[in-house]
Nanobody
Framework: QVQLVESGGGLVQPGGSLRLSCAAS????????IGWFRQAPGKEREGVSC????????GYADSVKGRFTISRDNAKNTVYLQMNSLKPEDTAVYYC????????????????????WGQGTQVTVSS
């Protein structure tokens, strides 16, 4: 059974940090571009970051550049999203997704190119 499972969400104060994990089962992440997306209440889903399966190339939305870092550990079949300097506007449900398409920068926002999706993890940034 192909599955992506996100974890690591929670409640954090502004300026705090969280690390999200995206663990795959039933398939190997090595051959997939992985993206992180988020959706806040009443808003459309937006791309946050993505990472290549091959050379580790990464891309980020302007709103998170310099604060978020995406990485992958193929040995653990897991992708991470380190989120620092969190802001209230980062509050959303965060989803990871896997795409068989080779990495391009625009994949970080092209949700339609992703075949597999996790169930999401809630991130709430509030004092």
């Amino acid at each position: 059974q192909v599955q992506l499972v996100e974890s690591g969400g929670g409640l954090v104060q502004p300026g705090g940090s969280l690390r999200l994990s995206c663990a795959a089962s039933g398939f190997t992440l090595d051959y997939y571009t992985i993206g992180w997306f988020r959706q806040a209440p009443g808003k459309e889903r937006e791309g946050v970051s993505c990472i290549s399966s091959r050379d580790g190339s990464t891309g980020y939305a302007d709103s998170v550049k310099g604060r978020f870092t995406i990485s992958r550990d193929n040995a653990k079949n897991t992708v991470y999203l380190q989120m620092n300097s969190l802001k209230p506007e980062d509050t959303a449900v965060y989803y990871c997704a896997a795409s068989p398409w080779p990495f391009r920068q625009n994949m970080c926002v092209a949700a339609g190119l992703y075949n597999y999706w996790g169930q999401g993890t809630q991130v709430t940034v509030s004092s």
